[in-house]
């Protein structure tokens, strides 16, 4: 992305909080890890898994912050572009934290045996698809350096071919919750837990609204597109990863307080 300039607040803003976004991810690791043996142990995987995620996450966004401040110069009052910030890495994050978080509910939704098998084929089968073909279609992305006419096509192919394979995680996803809110029925957080079906829907497509911002905002990529698809992403990573393994927690370490599970002294 060259030829990107940018007003200081916007240069800012996205600084802010990309740092704001690899904090949370240290504090989620923390939370995660404390909590983790307050839960019975046939839950506690789903902990491990989101310290999992959080740490890959937390590499990540650092990562990202220190590229976006080389990526930047200040000359006479606005940030110029050396053309070298991209959301690749992103792509490659979410390898290694897409599969782990559709794995860890089926821990909490209390799914074992050939079905946790299966379950866990699907998710990581499609996860997987979904990100390589979606990965491969950022390539192709309007506004890139390396852009040439005819590329917008294949940014949308590809596109179009990684939200089949999301469709087919939404509805494995919906499976999932609508089994394991008849397994966890008699607990008092079920309601919690029913309420990730809709709160998964919304947070996880944010990544694919950052992904089709250049063509929601103007053909080519301008300050705008460049600024909101880090405050998106930020805001997707925050949500799908911490806030959903809070409410994971919150759900298992219930459920074993009302199956009289004591804290390992
Ligand atoms: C892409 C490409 C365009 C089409 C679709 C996409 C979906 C991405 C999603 C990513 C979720 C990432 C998560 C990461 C957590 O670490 C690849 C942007 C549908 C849903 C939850």
Redesign the pocket.
């Known amino acids: 992305m060259s030829d990107i300039t940018l007003q200081i607040w916007e240069f800012e803003l996205v600084s802010h909080i990309l740092t704001l976004g690899y904090a949370v991810m240290a504090a989620g690791l923390l939370y995660f890890w404390l909590t983790i043996r307050q839960n019975h142990p046939k839950f506690r995987m789903s902990n491990i898994l989101s310290v999992v995620?959080s740490i890959?996450?937390l590499l990540l966004l650092y990562a990202q912050q220190i590229s976006w401040v080389d990526a930047y110069e200040l000359v006479n009052g606005v940030y110029v572009s050396n053309g070298t910030f991209s959301n690749g890495f992103?792509?490659l994050?979410?390898l290694?934290?897409?599969p782990n978080?559709l794995t860890q509910i089926l821990f909490v939704a209390l799914i074992s045996g050939k079905a946790f098998r299966k379950y866990w084929y699907d998710f990581t089968l499609y996860g997987m698809l979904?990100?390589v073909?979606?990965?491969i279609?950022?390539f192709y992305e309007p506004g890139r350096t390396d852009f040439v006419a005819g590329n917008e096509l294949w940014w949308i192919v590809?596109?179009?071919i990684?939200?089949v394979?999301?469709v087919f995680?939404l509805i494995t996803m919906t499976k999932v919750i609508d089994e394991g809110a008849k397994n966890i029925k008699s607990s008092k957080l079920v309601g919690v837990f029913k309420f990730i079906k809709p709160w998964f829907y919304i947070?996880?497509?944010?990544?694919?609204i950052?992904?089709?911002m250049p063509a929601l905002f103007g053909v080519g990529i301008d300050s705008f597109v460049v600024v909101s698809q880090q405050v998106l992403y930020t805001i997707?990573?925050v949500t799908?990863?911490v806030v959903y393994g809070i409410m994971l927690n919150t759900v298992s370490t219930f459920l074993s307080t009302e199956a009289k599970f004591e804290e390992a002294a």
Not at 203 to 208: A, G, K, R, V
């Open positions: 995620v890959s996450a992103r792509y994050n979410w290694i934290d897409v978080l979904m990100i073909t979606g990965y279609g950022q590809w596109g179009v990684s939200t394979f999301y995680i947070t996880w497509t944010i990544y694919p950052a992904y089709i997707a990573d799908s990863k």
